[in-house]
């Protein structure tokens, strides 16, 4: 049973920094590329970044240069650093496994002044 659950959401002022995490268990997270997703309010999920198991990047033109994904397999656990955070980037941010249909419950991310 593939389980992935995120945390380190909550409410930042434009400008501010937050690292979000996911922990993984149920699978053999170390072979797997990993994923953030984020859903705004009336908006479709979109996806943030990608880190493969090779430690391989890919990051949406809207965060490049402010977000950086990373993964630590020995806590099988995937972050999202995020920096320079902006309004537009209020959403629910999600986990997924790229090649499976896994995702988490969602950590909430409020930029507000």
């Known amino acids: 049973q593939a389980q992935l659950v995120e945390s380190g959401g909550g409410l930042v002022q434009p400008g501010g920094s937050l690292r979000l995490s996911c922990t993984a268990s149920?699978?053999?997270?170390?072979?797997?590329?990993m994923s953030w997703y984020r859903q705004g309010p009336g908006k479709g999920r979109e996806l943030v970044a990608q880190?493969?198991?090779?430690?391989?990047?890919y990051y949406a033109d809207s965060v490049k240069g402010r977000f950086t994904i990373s993964r630590d397999n020995a806590e099988n656990t995937v972050y999202l650093q995020m920096n320079s955070l902006k309004p537009d980037d209020t959403a629910v941010y999600y986990c997924k496994v790229v090649t499976m249909g896994y995702w988490g419950q969602g950590t909430q991310v409020t930029v507000s002044s």
């Open positions: 880190i493969g198991s090779s430690g391989s990047t």
């Open positions: 149920g699978f053999t997270f170390r072979t797997y590329a």
